[in-house]
């Protein structure tokens, strides 16, 4: 008793783990993970609900996205929008790189502005983009 739950993992690193973790429960793997907490009993509560949260906001999926509600039902439509991770990555969901047809392999061009990166795509597969496409 006594011990503190740690910082719940979230992100690519939350995915990395999951996927070292393959042999255990889900519940074993959330507590692995650091989504649980101590009662004042000293029993550990694992927190599923909020693991399968942070799962799925790891792969791209925002439960909380405005786009489903008012009544209206569909499927989920791409935002626009990334956030930092916590490793300090940035990760392009599939959605976008279905839309642009993007296959793995891809190459693009970075290029920083004072608030904006650019992406060029410069070759697909190792093959040169014609600038026309």
Excluded: W
Excluded at 56 to 61: M, W, Y
């Amino acid at each position: 008793m006594g011990r503190k739950p740690v910082e719940p993992l979230t992100g690519a690193a939350l995915l990395e783990k999951y996927k070292q973790l393959e042999h255990l429960s889900h519940e074993e793997k959330a507590k692995a993970c650091g989504y649980y907490t101590v009662t004042k009993t000293g029993k550990e509560r694992i927190s599923k609900l909020k693991f399968n949260k942070a799962l799925l906001e790891a792969l791209g999926v925002n439960l909380d996205s405005k786009s489903g509600r008012g009544g209206k039902r569909g499927g989920r439509s791409a935002s626009y929008r990334i956030t930092v991770q916590a490793n300090g990555n940035l990760l392009i969901g599939s959605a976008y790189t279905k839309q642009m047809n993007l296959k793995p392999g891809d190459e693009f061009e970075i290029t920083l502005g004072r608030k904006h990166i650019h992406l060029k795509q410069v070759s697909r597969n190792g093959q040169p983009i014609d600038d026309d496409e």
